[in-house]
DNA sequence: CGGCTCATTGATAACTCTCAACGCAGGTGG
DNA sequence: CCACCTGCGTTGAGAGTTATCAATGAGCCG
C-alpha cells in the first residue's frame, strides 16, 4: 500500500539509486507521515534525530534570532531530501507550508543504511551540492537585489519549482498560473523583506500588468520576460 | 617534496579518509598550483573544468548581477575544497584574497577517483553538508541583520575561522588579534553593504572600544562579549 | 451576521546608499 | 631624500528606499 514501489517519487528521490531488494530494506526502516499546514518536523537547535524524503507538498526551512526575526532558508518540494544526516545539530527547523507526506527515516538507521550504499550516498552528494549552489545563488538576492527585484525574482523562480508538481503539459519555463505556498508574511521571510514591503510590490507588478492576483494565494505571469527584465 | 604525504593539510582535508597507496594514485592526477591575491583559479559560469584543495590561503567565491553588483557567498581556508564535482556549471568564481596554495585536480579525474572511493565521497559529503549549513546561516544575517549586526558577526566569525591558521596556543574562541584578508570592499561584498557603510561601522565599533585597528588590514578584538551583543 | 485573521494602503521615520571631498600610506621618480 | 602620484579608506551632506506604525479592507468560519 505505501511501499517504495508505488512511491510517486520513487525515480526523482535519492531512492532512485537503489535496487528492488534494497529499496525493500529502505522500505523496512521508513515510515510515512502526513504534517497539516503550519506542523514542524524539525526543530532549529536540535540534535538531528530524523532525515526524510518529501513525497508531497512544499516545506519550508527557516532559522531566527532571539528577537524572533525570522529568515526562510530555504524551500523544499516533492522529491527533495530534508535534514542532516552524519550527526551534529540541525541549524534550521523543518515546518509544512502546506498539506505534505514524508517519508521519515530515524537519522542513525538512515546513516547506517547510507554507509553501506555508495551509490545512495553519492545521490545525496550531488543533490546537496546543487542545493548549496541554488542557495549561493539566493544570496545575491538578499545582499544586492532591491525590493521589486526580489519579489519579481522569487516569483519567477516559484513558477519554475512548482511547474513539475503541476504538470503543465506545454513545455514552457515555468507554470504560468500558480498557487502561492506562502502567506505575505512567509513571502517577506524568503526575500529578508516585511509584509508592507511585499504587499506594495505585490501591488506594483499587478498595475504595471505584469502579473495578476486572482485571489490572494494564486498568481499568474502575464508578462514573462517582462518580470525577468524586473528581476535584476 | 610536493608529494601529500607531507601536506599540511594532509589530516585536515578529505585526503585524510585515504589510506597510503590511494594517496599515492590521488597524487599522480593532482597539482600544485599557486595564486597570487585577485588571481582566479574559476569563473562564473563556465563549465566545471577542475576542482581543488586549499593548501594555504584564503579564497573568496562571488557571483554578481549584470550591471555589476557583486556578493561573495563564500570563503575558503586551508583544507577546504574547491569546485563542482560531477558536471554542472560552476554557478560563482573562485579567487585568492591571498596569496595561496592549492592542489587542482582535473574534474573529470577527480570524478572517476571518487566514484572509487566512497570513503572520499563520504567526506565530501559531510563537508559539503556542513558548508550547506554555514551558508544557510549566512542567510540570516543577509536578509535580517543591520549593518552594525553584520559587521560584528563579521569579525567575529573571521576571528574563529582564522585562528586555526594564525595557530593562538591559547585555546579561546578565536583569534584576539588578526590580518583582514579582505578589503574594505571586498568586506561590503560578503555583507551586502556598501564600502561607507562598513567604514563607518568599524569607526563606530572603534570608538565604542569593541575593537582596534592597528592598521587598514589589522583588526584587535578587545571586548568579544560587547561584539557578540553588537551581533543580535 | 459578527468576529477573526490576513492583506492592503497610507503617513512618517529610520536606515543605508549615493555622491563628493578629503586623508593617509606606499611607491616612484626627480 | 623629498615631492608627487595613485589607490584605498574615511568622513560628510543629502537623497532614496524600506521599515515602522496605524488604519482600513477583504475573505472565512462559526
Redesign the interface.
Known sequence: MSSCEQCVVRNRAICSSLDKDELGVLNAIGRRRTLQPGESLIWEGEDSVLVANVIEGVLK?S?????G???I??VVYPSEFIG???G?TT??GVTALTESRVCVFSRSDFDAFA?EH?SL??K???R??????R??????L????SASEKVASFLLELSERLSPANCEIHFETGARRFTLPFSRQQIADV??LTIETVSRQFTRLKSEGLIDLPSRREVTILDREGLAAEA?
Open positions: 526551512l532559522t531566527g534570532t532571539e528577537d526575526r525570522e529568515q532558508v530555504g542532516r544526516p552524519f551534529g541549524s534550521h554507509r555508495p550516498e553519492h545525496l552528494l550531488e546537496t551540492l546543487t542545493e548549496l549552489d542557495t549561493r545563488r539566493w544570496m545575491l538578499l545582499g544586492r537585489k526575500l529578508g535584476g
